[in-house]
T-cell receptor, first 112, second 115 residues
Framework: KQEVTQIPAALSVPEGENLVLNCSFT??????LQWFRQDPGKGLTSLLLIQSSQREQTSGRLNASLDKSSGRSTLYIAASQPGDSATYLC???????????FGTGTKLQVIP | NAGVTQTPKFQVLKTGQSMTLQCAQDMNHNSMYWYRQDPGMGLRLIYY???????DKGEVPNGYNVSRLNKREFSLRLESAAPSQTSVYFC??????????????FGPGTRLTVT
């Protein structure tokens, strides 16, 4: 079964720290990879989408990279803020309408 | 744009009752999806609709039916609810063109409890 793993499951950091969230997948066949943010009791908000032909995408303090050969994507958050506290999910799309596999997320807490 | 909207936000059902979860999107997307999210299991695809008039099973379709009413609306029906269907249900739609090809957009979710 194609799997997407996010480690660690939870992370607590002091405000201002730069941090990296990891997403790994078992099959290097990939169409795109999408990072989401989920606040408690809320839906998923799309943060960044990386197509297979791209190596990284940036939005503000967020930078996501994709390394197909190693089956890894990372989400870098610069100068973390308490408002960044949320669960971050990655989703791998290997093509086709039903071939999107989600990780179980990393729960981030940024301490003021 | 409202994006993807879902109703209701919360629902409590007794075992055996039926209900329909509603979803609508105003982004002119062709494909729409229903997921369920359970602790420790991530999101799992229940059904999807590649375009108006078509629907297909996902990973966990048992106990559910769907209807793609038109391009905007995609509903999920539980005919006879079971406690195992207690979950958070998300509707999503996906782009089919543009720079962010195949980017998914999610609704706020429906929190369903079956007693």
């Amino acid at each position: 079964k194609q799997e997407v793993t996010q480690i660690p499951a939870a992370l607590s950091v002091p405000e201002g720290e730069n941090l990296v969230l990891n997403c790994s997948f078992t099959d290097s066949a990939i169409y795109n990879l999408q990072w989401f943010r989920q606040d408690p009791g809320k839906g998923l908000t799309s943060l960044l989408l990386i197509q297979s032909s791209q190596r990284e995408q940036t939005s503000g303090r967020l930078n996501a990279s994709l390394d197909k050969s190693s089956g890894r994507s990372t989400l870098y958050i610069a100068a973390s803020q308490p408002g960044d506290s949320a669960t971050y999910l990655c989703a791998r799309n290997s093509g086709g309408y039903q071939k999107v596999t989600f990780g179980t997320g990393t729960k981030l807490q940024v301490i003021p | 744009n409202a994006g993807v909207t879902q109703t209701p936000k919360f629902q409590v059902l007794k075992t055996g009752q039926s209900m329909t979860l509603q979803c609508a999107q105003d982004m002119n997307h062709n494909s729409m999806y229903w997921y369920r999210q359970d602790p420790g299991m991530g999101l799992r695809l229940i059904y999807y609709s590649a375009s108006e008039g078509t629907t297909d099973k996902g990973e966990v379709p048992n106990g559910y039916n769907v209807s793609r009413l038109n391009k905007r609306e995609f509903s999920l029906r539980l005919e006879s609810a079971a406690p195992s269907q207690t979950s958070v249900y998300f509707c999503a739609s996906r782009t089919a063109s543009g720079r962010n090809l195949y980017e998914q957009y999610f609704g706020p979710g429906t929190r369903l409890t079956v007693t």
